[in-house]
């Protein structure tokens, strides 16, 4: 019977690390299998990444454009029509949309956008709504609330 006391891994599937420079006699003495000479045979002998031979490396060569704000807020979009998922006169902000599985990951705002129609009055809280939209979910007998950010 096999327990935690005499496990053993199958046969052949695990082997005993290769200890190089332990002499002749191990089949990776001497050289220890960095070959005869060269910069990768010397210690301390690496080349860096990307290194082309003193060729302009890749990362070099190829123009430059444009900056990425590290800053940037990350906007969520959801669709007037999403909100259908939502009961009559139910508050939509932020945790409602995850809790309904309509965002996932993080997301610094919320914005509606005015894609399709919304057929239940609804509060809804979010960052940002277009105009459209705003009027849309208005027309049901809902309301909207921005908030800051």
Same mark, same amino acid.
């Given at each position: 019977?096999?327990?935690?006391?005499?496990?053993?891994?199958?046969?052949?599937?695990?082997?005993?690390?290769?200890?190089?420079?332990?002499?002749?006699?191990? /089949?990776?003495?001497?050289?220890?299998?960095?070959?005869?000479?060269?910069?990768?045979?010397?210690?301390?002998?690496?080349?860096?990444?990307?290194?082309?031979? +003193?060729?302009?490396?890749?990362?070099?060569?190829?123009?430059?454009?444009?900056?990425?704000?590290?800053?940037?807020?990350?906007?969520?979009?959801?669709?007037?029509?999403?909100?259908?998922?939502?009961?009559?006169?139910?508050?939509?902000?932020?945790?409602?949309?995850?809790?309904? +599985?309509?965002?996932? +990951?993080?997301?610094?705002?919320?914005?509606?956008?005015?894609? /399709?129609?919304?057929?239940?009055?609804?509060?809804?809280?979010?960052?940002?709504?277009?105009?459209?939209?705003?009027?849309?979910?208005?027309?049901?007998?809902?309301?909207?609330?921005?908030?800051?950010?």
């Amino acid at each position: 019977m096999i327990d935690l006391s005499n496990l053993q891994a199958p046969k052949g599937s695990t082997k005993k690390r290769k200890r190089v420079g332990r002499g002749t006699g191990s /089949g990776v003495g001497r050289t220890a299998g960095r070959g005869q000479k060269g910069q990768k045979s010397r210690s301390g002998g690496s080349i860096p990444i990307g290194f082309e031979g +003193g060729q302009m490396p890749l990362a070099r060569r190829i123009p430059k454009r444009g900056f990425t704000n590290i800053f940037r807020a990350k906007v969520a979009i959801v669709r007037v029509s999403d909100l259908n998922h939502f009961e009559a006169n139910a508050v939509v902000d932020a945790d409602a949309l995850v809790a309904a +599985g309509l965002l996932k +990951g993080r997301y610094d705002l919320v914005k509606i956008l005015a894609d /399709g129609e919304v057929e239940k009055a609804l509060t809804v809280k979010v960052h940002r709504i277009s105009a459209s939209a705003r009027e849309k979910i208005e027309r049901a007998g809902g309301t909207v609330e921005v908030l800051g950010g």
